[in-house]
């Protein structure tokens, strides 16, 4: 039987599936899905079992302190087959910390997942040993859009503390002019952020903030009227558009590579056509129902796990 370990600080396969961690619940926990699936035998933890056949390292970076050099190092000498999930640019900064690590990651894998094709630019590798496998998404919905009555609009953000740069700063600008009630479902660490910036005078807006959790963004998605995506990454993920159009909200975002297929379904920001949104939601619906039928057929859970099945099956091919 094949055997596949996850190098990670948890040792339980688990929690990945709820972790709040996108890297983990969407991508980590569809590779355990995907490696049982294929009938392997699959564990996870910080050292590497000798037994292991293929070893999949997730997101390394500093936050790990002095483990990623423990880690680095059994990745280097072990004799197992190496998956390196590649999933943000940091080969963008080669000499910052992160950006030393996966160059070392880069140097000692035998396959590179992606989950947009854009990042496969920047990795010195065969493109046979890259394989793109979107983001899975937080199976909930796909929900109506509802036509809610707030007298005050109320505008939904979502998503961890590493995004905050870009939602401040997109409140600092124009459409933080506008009147509404921005409601943050973040961790602990963004509600700290937002709570604690300085915006700049003329603010209109008021902000609730609420721990993230699946029923949360739940219930706050819920009665908002639209959500605002700003992001900086011309490389992120498509995960968080898609999980507010099954919301059922428009959406205003930036635009970036994984939003193309998307492109007539939601407004890019700093447009006159986020304007209008902001101004009348209700007359984006459908476009958010037709999103909703795209994204299903292009992030099935089915559709993902396959896809990691591929990467496991040219391992051991």
């Not at 558009?241 to 919301?247: E, G, I, P, R, S």
Request: hydrophobic share 40%; glycine share 6%; proline share 5%.
């Amino acid at each position: 039987m094949t055997k596949v370990h996850i190098l990670h600080v948890i040792d339980d396969i688990n929690h990945f599936e709820k972790s709040i961690v996108a890297s983990e619940r969407l991508r980590l926990s569809y590779i355990v899905q995907s490696a049982l699936s294929c009938g392997y035998q699959v564990t996870a933890g910080p050292n590497i079992p000798s037994s292991a056949q293929i070893c999949i390292s997730g997101k390394l970076d500093i936050a790990l302190g002095g483990r990623v050099n423990h880690f680095l190092n059994q990745l280097q000498h072990c004799s197992a087959k190496i998956i390196v999930d590649y999933t943000d640019n940091w080969l963008a900064k080669p000499q910052s910390l992160t950006g030393e690590i996966y160059q070392n990651l880069i140097k000692f894998s035998d396959v590179i997942s992606i989950p947009v094709q854009g990042l496969s630019r920047a990795i010195a590798k065969p493109k046979e040993s890259i394989f793109l496998i979107p983001d899975g998404v937080d199976n909930f919905g796909p929900f109506p859009p509802s036509k809610n009555t707030n007298a005050t609009k109320q505008v939904l953000w979502f998503g961890h503390s590493s995004n905050m740069p870009s939602l401040v700063n997109y409140l600092d600008g124009e459409f933080g002019l506008n009147k509404f009630i921005l409601n943050v479902v973040s961790n602990q660490d963004g509600l700290e952020k937002i709570a604690k910036y300085s915006f700049t005078q003329n603010r209109n807006f008021e902000i609730r903030n609420f721990v993230w959790s699946i029923n949360t963004l739940r219930e706050v998605g819920n009665y908002c009227d639209l959500t605002i995506l700003p992001t900086n990454k011309p490389f992120a993920s498509a995960n968080r558009l898609v999980t507010a159009f099954n919301l059922g909200l428009p959406v205003i975002t930036s635009a970036s590579e994984s939003h193309k297929p998307f492109f007539e379904f939601y407004a890019k920001s700093g447009t006159n056509q986020a304007k209008k949104l902001f101004e009348n939601p209700t007359r984006w619906h459908k476009k958010v129902i037709f999103a909703q039928g795209k994204s299903s057929m292009l992030y099935s859970d089915k559709k993902i796990i396959e896809g990691w099945s591929g990467v496991f099956q040219n391992l051991n091919s």
